[in-house]
Nanobody
Framework: QVQLVESGGGLVQAGGSLRLSCAASGGTFSNYRMGWFRQAPGKEREFVAS???????AYAGSVKGRFTISRDNAKNTAYLQMNSLKPDDTAVYYC????????????WGQGTQVTVSS
């Protein structure tokens, strides 16, 4: 079984930066595809970024060039560095994990709130 715990959210002014962390336990972290998703009030959850075991990355167009996803397999942790934050980035950010035996992200953290003020 896999458990994920996000941290690093908070309140930041537009143009500022935050780094989110996702600590994983259980399973084999190095084999998981890790992803970050976000959900704003009244909206559906949306994809933000993902990273594979071979460090291939993908980003939503709205964050490309501003956000960077990374992972440290030795620490069982994934990160999301967020720069040049905008008020539209305000959301609850969730970390997800996808094993080779799954077609979808089936493991989720509890979420961490990111609020960007104008």
């Amino acid at each position: 079984q896999v458990q994920l715990v996000e941290s690093g959210g908070g309140l930041v002014q537009a143009g500022g930066s935050l780094r989110l962390s996702c600590a994983a336990s259980g399973g084999t972290f190095s084999n998981y595809r890790m992803g970050w998703f976000r959900q704003a009030p009244g909206k559906e959850r949306e994809f933000v970024a993902s990273i594979t075991w071979s460090e291939g990355t993908a980003y939503a167009g709205s964050v490309k060039g501003r956000f960077t996803i990374s992972r440290d397999n030795a620490k069982n942790t994934a990160y999301l560095q967020m720069n040049s934050l905008k008020p539209d980035d305000t959301a609850v950010y969730y970390c997800g994990a996808r094993s080779p035996g799954m077609d979808n992200y089936s493991y989720w953290g509890q979420g961490t709130q990111v609020t960007v003020s104008s």
